[in-house]
């Protein structure tokens, strides 16, 4: 039972650049989050997803896009990467609501340059 | 626009002190309040989880207790180990419908 990985763990992408960060749970869990966290101000929500095939913008969602395609996966996109999003992303989920446990994943680290 | 506060932002404490982590929020009708520790470098850990109808909630040397009315809650650690060393995160549901409001966290570091 691995609960909530990510991938990769760190990337360095120029100005402009796209790129996908995967996130996946073996926990079966309907709800998913991807969260950015940057010093002096938090934990910001971007996207989430209340189950396969759904997804609501958050906090913070300008730049970026996410699919649930699969109820185990939410993908998290930037397609035109700036230098704003250096960043370090993580993703959570929870069983059945936002108000249950949520687990959290190891984080990517992001260096736009 | 429920806004979610912990002060102070750091704390260093001697190893064995019994102490306080505080959080405070805005708008008392929430759902529930969790707290989260988070080690450099790694994601966050679910600690404890207070519904609203709870006063505390217990785990092992940790402590968390719930004053709605008040809009505060706080994280007793009885007899910190330089092990307890991380950053403590407290979460409030708003309702069971919107998603959790974060704090910034307080760091801790407990000296050996």
């Known amino acids: 039972n691995a609960g909530v990985t990510q991938t990769p763990k760190f990337r360095v992408l120029k100005t402009g650049q796209s790129m996908t960060l995967l996130c996946a749970q073996d926990?079966?869990?309907?709800?998913m989050y991807w969260y950015r966290q940057d010093p002096g101000m938090g934990l910001r929500l971007i996207h989430y997803s209340v189950g396969e095939g759904t997804t609501a913008k958050g906090e913070v969602p300008d730049g970026y896009n996410v699919s649930r395609l699969k109820k185990q996966n939410f993908l998290l996109g930037l397609e035109s990467a700036a230098p704003s999003q250096t960043s370090v992303y993580f993703c959570a989920s929870s069983q059945q609501g936002h108000s249950y446990e949520q687990y959290f994943g190891p984080g990517t680290r992001l260096t736009v340059t | 626009k429920q806004e979610v506060t912990q002060i102070p932002a750091a704390l260093s404490v001697p190893e064995g002190e019994n102490l306080v982590l505080n959080c405070s929020f805005t708008?008392?009708?929430?759902?529930?309040l969790q707290w989260f520790r988070q080690d450099p470098g790694k994601g966050l850990t679910s600690l404890l989880l207070?519904?609203?109808?709870?006063r505390e909630q217990t785990s092992g040397r940790l402590n968390a207790s719930l004053d709605k009315s008040s809009g505060r809650s706080t994280l007793y650690i009885a007899a910190s180990q330089p092990g307890d060393s991380a950053t403590y995160l407290c979460a409030v549901s708003p309702s069971g419908n919107t998603p959790l409001v974060f704090g910034k966290g307080t760091r801790l570091s407990v000296i050996a």
């Open positions: 926990m079966n869990h309907e709800y």
């Open positions: 708008d008392s009708a929430i759902y529930n």
């Open positions: 207070i519904q609203s109808s709870q």
